[in-house]
């Protein structure tokens, strides 16, 4: 995490500038991974155990590569209680000039406050802001 930014609630999630989380059971985590090809994804994982966190966490590479492709098609991950339980995390990737991933931006909640509604703003915004620190990068695809 390299920023944060606090909710004005009660209920807050617990992270910290400089901290850093396994990246295969966090939204922000599959974001980034999302942008490596398949050889470099199992080459990065070959000798990584894949602790289950929650009941929710992925745990093994196929289980992951089959994420990272919903994460693809739809241009966002999300976490859903698989870091810690009770947090919903939508995350959406930050091109460079060269269109490679070089990081991600994200907004958790937790699940109690969560619907539809909330979950499509979320991504929204997520997409305009990751596309206009994109921009400012370089990138020019959509």
Known sequence: YVAKVEANHHLKLVSEVGSRLPAHATGLGKALLA?????????????????????????????????LNVVCRQGYAVDESE????????????????????????????????????RRKMVEILRDNARQLSEILGYQGS
């Not at 398949?38 to 289980?63: C, D, G, K, Q």
């Open 35 to 67: 942008g490596l090809s398949p050889e470099e994804l199992r080459r990065r994982f070959e000798n990584v155990e894949m602790f289950a966190y929650t009941e929710n966490t992925i745990t093994n590479i196929a289980e992951l590569e089959e994420s």
């Open 83 to 118: 870091f810690t339980k009770g947090v919903y995390c939508v995350a959406v990737p930050i091109r460079d000039v060269s269109g490679e991933v070089v990081a991600a931006i994200s907004s958790s909640v937790p699940d109690a406050r969560i619907d539809g509604a909330l």
